[in-house]
């Protein structure tokens, strides 16, 4: 299984961005999807999820901002960033879960200015 990420870039504050992850397979193979986050020296975090019945969740710090979406017939997730800050920059990760375990996509960075 192959995950690819992109979208990521350099945006002022205030902007938006909108990623994408591409899935080899189906999207249904998998429990649930989401996006985690990581900076330098910091520990991976969740961000966005979303599991196979379409219910979704979004860590504090970026509900209200954030809307993790999926195209289940081009096997794509997306994580459309609103409102963006400058502590929202970060290398994103898309991630998927399966009885199999855990599969991670190369990160895409993010680089929000003020």
């Known amino acids: 299984v192959q995950l690819q990420a992109s979208g990521g870039g350099l945006v002022q504050a205030g902007g938006s961005l909108r990623l994408s992850c591409v899935v080899s397979?189906?999207?249904?193979?998998?429990?649930?999807m989401g996006w985690y986050r990581q900076t330098h020296g910091n520990q991976r975090e969740l961000v966005a999820k979303?599991?196979?019945?379409?219910?979704?969740y979004y860590s504090d710090s970026v509900k209200g901002r954030f809307t993790i979406s999926r195209d289940t017939t081009e096997n794509t997730m997306y994580l459309q960033m609103s409102s963006l800050k400058p502590e929202d920059t970060a290398v994103y990760y898309c991630?998927?879960?399966?009885?199999?375990?855990?599969?991670w996509g190369q990160g895409t960075l993010v680089t929000v200015s003020s």
């Open positions: 979303l599991d196979v019945y379409g219910a979704t």
């Open positions: 397979e189906s999207i249904f193979a998998f429990d649930a």
């Open positions: 991630n998927a879960e399966s009885r199999y375990g855990p599969r």
